[in-house]
């Protein structure tokens, strides 16, 4: 069922557990996210780049997939299908395309900048019935070709954009995309805790969820994290699995080389990694 993030996030809260949002790039990983999901009765967010989006051909072409493929595998629980950092452009193409959730990253901008454009478009999303997250500080790392220098978000500015009217707050607490590196100081708690006495109940965003250690994990719900987002540990998963196959020679044997076959051992370790992510985040029987 395609629905918002809003209501699954405020139970998240309510219920002192958080959702996972896996990023897609082709059909594999979407019915991978989508029956696992469905196997395990949780709510999943289906995050899209826009790289990833540009990659599958246009944001048209992925909603039309995954509402199709909601449709196809009977996938009855929630699944909001977001943007992630989007630009001020990308939200207006992904409102149209028939998203149900976009995300503004208006992190770079200056604060004033930040606050008219979310504005505007929290407006236009709730016009047309999709949630909105926005950002501020930004997420160090990079991942594609969004680049950000890991600022720790300043708790009045994540008021002023809670304010606003969004559904749920991304806030740079030392959180990187991509692996974390072995001097990483981990996540910034004292911000964590400031910024939720600010926002009360608003959701919060973790990005950069791959490599984060569980015991931070459990301690970032506990502080009112409702989302997570992970995208790169899918990928080491699928490029892993896929080696070991070719490794082993298993390409070369009979059919190996039939898509369906080379690619099914990334397909399941991609369903592996969001099962065992689905878990520490608590949303295993909660859709
Ligand atoms: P990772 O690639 O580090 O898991 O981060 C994903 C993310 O934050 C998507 O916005």
Redesign the pocket.
């Known amino acids: 069922m395609l629905v918002t993030a809003t209501e699954m996030l405020k139970k998240a809260v309510e219920g002192h557990y958080a959702i996972g ?1 896996f ?1 897609i790039n082709n059909l594999e990983w979407t019915k991978a996210i989508l029956l696992t999901a469905q196997e395990n009765n949780s709510p999943v967010i289906l ?1 899209v780049s826009e790289g990833a989006g540009k990659y599958m051909t246009g944001f048209g072409t992925v909603a039309a997939m995954v509402k199709a493929m909601i449709e196809s595998l009977g996938i009855t629980v929630p699944v909001a299908l977001h943007l ?2 989007g630009t001020y452009e990308g939200c207006y193409k992904c409102i149209k395309a028939g998203f149900s959730s976009i995300m503004f990253d208006g992190s770079h901008f200056p604060i004033d900048e930040n606050i008219a454009k979310t504005t505007e478009l929290v407006h236009a999303a709730h016009n047309m019935g999709l949630s909105i997250e926005a950002e501020v500080g930004s ?1 160090g790392g990079e ?1 594609d070709g969004v680049v950000g220098a890991g600022e720790i978000a300043d708790p009045a500015e994540c008021k002023m954009i809670a304010d606003l009217g969004v559904d749920f707050l991304a806030a740079g607490i030392g959180n990187i ?2 692996k974390y590196p072995e001097n990483w100081k981990g996540l910034d708690f004292d911000a964590l805790a400031k910024i939720k006495e600010l926002i009360g109940d608003l959701p919060l965003v973790l ?4 490599g984060i250690p569980a015991d931070m994990i459990k301690k970032a719900i506990s502080l009112g994290v409702a989302k997570i ?5 899918c990928q080491l998963y699928f490029q892993e699995a896929t080696r070991k196959y070719i490794e082993e020679g298993k390409d070369l044997q009979g059919k190996g080389y039939d898509p369906r076959k080379l690619l099914a051992p990334g397909y399941e370790g991609i369903k592996a990694i969001v099962k065992e992510k689905m878990e520490l985040f608590g949303s295993i029987g909660k859709a």
């Open positions: 949002q990023n995050g992630d950092h997420i991942e995309h991509g990005h950069g969820g791959t987002n992970v995208n790169t540990e």
